[in-house]
């Protein structure tokens, strides 16, 4: 069985991601501000809450948790994991906000733990939430396949290591926040955070970033995500534009390149 991934809202506004696999449906995220929000966006894609058997916080900030989030999960009895780093910060922000709460599943650095039919590993990326801010893999847990999507949306300096994590996926979302023109153009008072090492990527770092997984993969991706676009600081041509063309300048030309929708879901992706 194939691997789905839809890409149902992505940006500061909310963030969701379903990720589905034998039988088995995944929310990444759940950052819209309304129970009614997150209900439509997963309408969307033709699923409802009680289809969806876990979710996956990546970090605190409310555009990917938040109370709304807790109480859809409390009602459908959906277990929200999250790493061990992040259940104090939870219990003190977030909880707080939720009229109703379920159950929480931590992980630990680096564990490989099972949904269903998907297995899930997280990793570590620099960002500036409070607690740990992660990155997540997907296999199959009866690995019959060699398959595997690898996500990290909220990322700031390219870390030595992080790149391996993406090595050989067959689908890849990665962070493609802002172009740096027009964030050093902008007015905006947090535009030094935005760049910062524990900030977001641009679209120059996302597409050196891609180059130097790709040198290192025996296969290509069938495709890239452009993900967390900026509304102020970037436009989905130009991130799509500028990965391009520094993929084709190392001769990755073909490897189809998508970005993300703030306001709708994206197509779904099979691999």
């Not at 899930?120 to 847990?141: E, I, L, M, N, Q």
């Not at 009866?142 to 994590?165: C, P, S």
């Not at 120059?204 to 180059?211: I, P, S």
Request: net charge neutral.
């Amino acid at each position: 069985m194939d691997f789905h991934v839809t890409p149902l809202r992505s940006g500061s506004s909310g963030n969701l991601t379903l990720v589905s696999h034998a039988g088995t449906i995944l929310l990444i995220d759940a950052g819209l501000p309304s129970q009614r929000g997150l209900s439509a966006a997963l309408s969307e894609a033709g699923c409802g809450w009680d289809d969806v058997d876990a979710l996956l916080v990546s970090h605190l900030h409310s555009d990917h948790v938040n109370g709304s989030a807790v109480a859809c999960c409390a009602r459908h009895e959906v277990p929200i994991h999250m790493h061990q780093g992040n259940l104090d910060g939870f219990a003190r922000k977030v909880l707080p906000r939720s009229p109703a709460r379920g159950p929480v599943r931590p992980f630990r650095d680096g564990e490989t733990f099972f949904i269903g039919g998907i297995a899930v590993r997280s990793f570590r990326v620099p960002h500036d939430a409070r607690g740990v801010t992660c990155g997540f893999s997907f296999t199959t847990a009866a690995g019959e396949r060699d398959v595997r999507v690898t996500m990290a949306t909220d990322l700031g300096q390219n870390e030595n290591g992080l790149f391996e994590q993406f090595i050989d996926s067959d689908l890849i979302l990665i962070e493609a926040n802002y172009d740096e023109g027009m964030l050093n153009r902008s007015p905006r008072f947090d535009r030094g955070r935005v760049g910062s090492s524990m900030g977001h990527f641009s679209n120059v770092q996302a597409g050196k970033f891609l180059v130097r997984v790709l040198q290192e993969s025996r296969k290509a991706p069938s495709a890239v995500i452009l993900c967390h676009l900026s509304a102020d600081h970037n436009t989905p041509d130009l991130a799509r534009g500028t990965v391009r063309e520094i993929l084709s300048a190392h001769r990755f030309e073909g490897i189809p390149v998508h970005a993300a929708r703030r306001d709708a879901p994206l197509r779904k992706f099979s691999v």
